[in-house]
């Protein structure tokens, strides 16, 4: 199959303006009569659910929490990018292209990249006018802040809980078509499988969760807004319920899956205290700022700081090694997140690592207090310093921070062309839930742009030029495809509920998660990666023959919930072993131990590996791969520095 991106012909900045010219249109009277199903309703889903109820269009939004503005977006702390040049240091629409296609390390689509930095502005401008409450500056104006990958300040920022506040906007925005009746929001209901008649997209089956009532629901088009895979680590910045099912039921049913081997390490979060945790806490990348990020020097120092015979006040600032500053001097501690990480694994694997476990460095306000005052610091960051000071009983205010990298984002995810369709008409995948705009590793502050970029400025084009080529017959979900794929999904839960092993579902997930970070993590080895592979399908058995799914389905059943996604986890996590086998090469995210610079820094292998990887699912058969070749008209591929 040859993956066609879609993507218009003529000058990079001219590319977005004429393709919405060129986009069919649905008269305004005609929109009422088209049904569009939301699956997710984080920033993406929620921006997108009320941007289409607005334009007319009878939308149903589903999410698996017990409201909308439960999603995970809200974890989003540090801020949102845009390149409005507020502080006069030089940004550019342009050059926050640029950034974002170095910081993924020239793995992304061009144009899909462009127009994430093109619309960026309108981003800010919504979220105001929604009454987001973002820093201002003195003189009134928005203020702004730097984040890694770039050397201007476009981060928008509402103290350390930007997600929180912007998903706020869009989720007023939401409740607004909810009221007025042309948003019905079934919350507590998870999507379990796609619904395709003709091959195309045309609803979902669900589970509400409180009663185990197996739905159907038919619509014209389908948008998944279901966030990205990181708990296949098990340990992640993520939320406990996130997962990959809606996506991975999609992949299943025919939309290929991109770029799997692309995680992101985070490398600013509270380091892992014992095998009791179930998550792990993101300190945002906002910290890295004004925290200088060190360790000391000596190896010999750095075991009697883990002995305790000295305390972190008794290393005298000679003795410090400030890595990053030292190794990167024009980025300093603001070099992209997956260089942060290799060096803080880096010091760590040196024996330099701090704290009792050794596994993390520091990150040290002390500069910053005495240059602007605590109460300057407390202002920008005080949530962020609160939240760490509960959960470690130590006071970043008067002791560096123990930081170390967690598994985050995903850059990976289902394949879309340039409108955000993947290959199932119909279906559409918005924000972490594709692969489209970072390549093989997202800058920071980039999420929460992306997931708004797609929700509010470029679905409701590119979805009403789809609706206006198929016409608007009826959907009816007692079509023989719905009660097939129902009676399916009714078969599989009934296979979960008759395990009865042993094991519960997290012991197995744990166990993936081990082999995950161990094989699949921040470095990987053809070695490695041939040793989880072989893991992960034994691990895959073990689960069929020894988990103990507890319960029924006709209940709130969060062993069943789990077991689902548990499974699809460990399908997931074999195909990105694959795909991480087969791109010999390192970038961004994705480091193979076989390539890589003199100095250790990623080594791209750009006459073989230029393209996109999309996964095509066949039952009892290993996944195909074809390939969506990169084109770089506008960008010179370069080795990544940030030296």
């Keep these: 199959m040859i993956l066609d991106s879609k993507v218009p012909e003529g000058p990079l900045a001219e590319k977005w303006t004429k393709h919405k010219f060129n986009l069919k249109l649905v008269n305004p009277a005609n929109k009422r009569k088209y049904n569009i199903i939301v699956v997710g309703t984080g920033l993406a889903g929620s921006s997108a659910a009320a941007s289409l109820a607005e334009l007319g269009y009878n939308v149903k939004t589903f999410c698996y929490q017990d409201s909308p503005r439960r999603a995970h977006s809200i974890a989003a702390q540090g801020g949102i990018n845009a390149s409005k040049n507020y502080p006069n240091d030089g940004d550019s629409v342009y050059r926050l292209f640029y950034d974002t296609i170095k910081g993924g390390d020239y793995r992304s689509r061009e144009a899909n990249t462009y127009r994430l930095a093109e619309v960026s502005s309108n981003i800010i401008d919504q979220c105001v006018a929604q009454g987001v409450p973002f820093a201002r500056e003195y003189g009134g104006l928005l203020d702004n802040r730097s984040f890694g990958g770039a050397q201007v300040s476009r981060t928008f920022y509402a103290r350390g809980q930007t997600g929180q506040q912007l998903l706020l906007g869009a989720y007023s925005a939401l409740n607004r078509q909810i009221k007025k009746g042309t948003v019905q929001s079934y919350t507590r209901h998870e999507m379990l499988d796609l619904v395709t008649i003709d091959g195309q997209a045309r609803g979902v089956i669900t589970r509400d969760m409180v009663t185990g009532a197996i739905e159907s629901h038919a619509a014209h088009a ?26 991975w039921r999609a992949h299943k049913r025919g939309a290929f899956f991109a770029n799997p081997c692309y995680t992101q390490i985070h490398p600013t979060c509270i380091p892992v205290t014992g095998d009791h945790q ?3 806490t993101l300190m945002s990348e906002s910290l890295r700022n004004d925290g200088r990020v060190w360790v000391p020097k000596t190896v010999e120092m750095a075991q009697r700081l883990r002995r305790g015979e000295i305390k972190v006040f008794d290393i005298k600032e000679e003795d410090r090694d400030y890595y990053l ?5 024009s980025f300093g501690n603001l070099v992209p997140r997956d260089v942060a990480s290799r060096n803080a694994k880096e010091m760590v694997d040196e024996g330099r690592g701090v704290g009792k476990s050794g596994v993390a460095v520091y990150l040290d306000f002390k500069d910053a207090i005495a240059r602007l005052g605590e109460d300057a610091v407390r202002a920008k960051y005080g949530n962020l310093f609160d939240m760490y000071m509960q959960i470690t009983d130590e006071n970043p205010y008067k002791q560096p921070m123990r930081i170390y990298p967690a598994v985050h984002y995903t850059m990976g995810g289902l394949w879309v062309d340039y409108n955000l369709m993947t290959t199932v008409p119909g279906l ?30 470029v679905i409701p084009y590119t979805v009403g030029d789809y609706l206006a080529k198929l016409g608007f017959g009826p959907v009816d979900a007692n079509h023989p495809n719905f009660e097939k794929t129902r009676a399916e999904v009714e078969a599989k839960v009934n296979t979960l509920l008759s395990l009865k092993g042993k094991q519960t579902v997290d012991d197995i ?10 094989y699949c993590g921040m470095a990987r080895s053809a070695e490695g990666l041939s040793k989880a592979k072989g893991l992960i399908q034994e691990l895959k058995k073990e689960f069929w023959a020894d988990v103990n799914v507890l319960g029924e389905n006709e209940e709130l059943n969060q062993s069943l919930e789990k077991a689902g996604r548990v499974a699809d986890f460990l399908e997931l996590a074999e195909l990105m072993v694959d795909d991480a086998f087969n791109r ?23 006459e073989e590996f230029s393209y996109v990887s999309a996964w095509q699912y066949h039952e009892n058969a290993p996944e195909e791969l074809h390939k969506e070749e990169l084109n770089f008209e506008n960008v010179v591929l370069t080795q990544r520095s940030y030296k």
């Design 325 to 329: 500053e030292r190794k990167y001097p």
């Design 222 to 247: 389908v948008i998944l807004c279901t966030g990205g895979y990181g708990n296949v680590f098990f340990l992640s910045t993520n939320a406990m319920g996130c997962n990959v099912t809606a996506a």
């Design 584 to 606: 010999k090469e390192s970038c961004g995210g994705h480091f193979r131990v076989e390539s890589q610079t003199e100095e250790g820094e990623a080594k791209r292998n750009d």
């Design 509 to 518: 997930h744990k166990k993936l998660g081990h082999i995950m970070w161990e």
């Design 428 to 457: 559409y995948a918005l924000g972490e839930c594709n692969f489209s705009d970072h390549g093989a590793n997202r800058l920071g502050a980039s999420a929460l742009m992306q997931g708004l970029a797609d929700g509010y400025f």
């Design 278 to 280: 179930s998550k792990l």
